[in-house]
């Protein structure tokens, strides 16, 4: 590492300047709160959050496709907003809540988009539909008052290659129906 403070002053003094402490590249130890559990894990610093998921923590829901933020199959919550968790070191999680597919029922009870999604057939292999059904869900939480606008826009960043797209919208908008009349 360039140690910055002496190579700009040349003073002898500042080489004893220590930068922030070096993790890696060993494993190292880290909790993460994922679907209301403290889970300790070993990660090596390159480790996304996705592969912690789904190596160490064994949730194979979350899944990955492009492994480069570009179609958000491998979406989860974090504190409760969506975040590609391919592009996040699971390092860098540090205290925020970790939501998977794995945690959205309660239960046996699914979350109402889970519900919507079998009712309306709105997957077909399924590989795009866990971070679908994750931002559905997650605009429902901020609103039940939704139109199809507002669904589309919730998975414009979601490549669906089976093309369910209008399945998910019609899901999605009768979820939001059912939250709102509390059925
Ligand atoms: S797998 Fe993360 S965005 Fe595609
Ligand atoms: S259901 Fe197959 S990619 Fe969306």
Known sequence: MIDTAATITGNAEAAQIVGPPTRGPQPVSITLNVNGAER???????????EALRGPLRLTGTKVACNRGACSACTVWLDGATVCSCMLLALDVGTRRVTTIEGLAHGDVLHPVQAAFIEHDA????????????????????????????????????????????????????????RKSGT
Request: hydrophobic share 40%.
């Open 123 to 178: 997957l077909q292999c399924g590989f795009c539909t866990p971070g679908m059904v994750l931002s559905c869900a997650a605009l429902l939480e901020r609103t039940s008052d939704v139109t199809a606008e507002d669904v589309r826009a919730a998975i414009s960043g979601h490549y669906c290659r089976c093309g369910t797209y209008p399945h998910v919208v019609a899901a999605t908008l009768a979820a939001a129906s059912t």
């Open 40 to 50: 300790t894990l070993q990660v090596e610093p390159r480790m996304t959050l996705a």
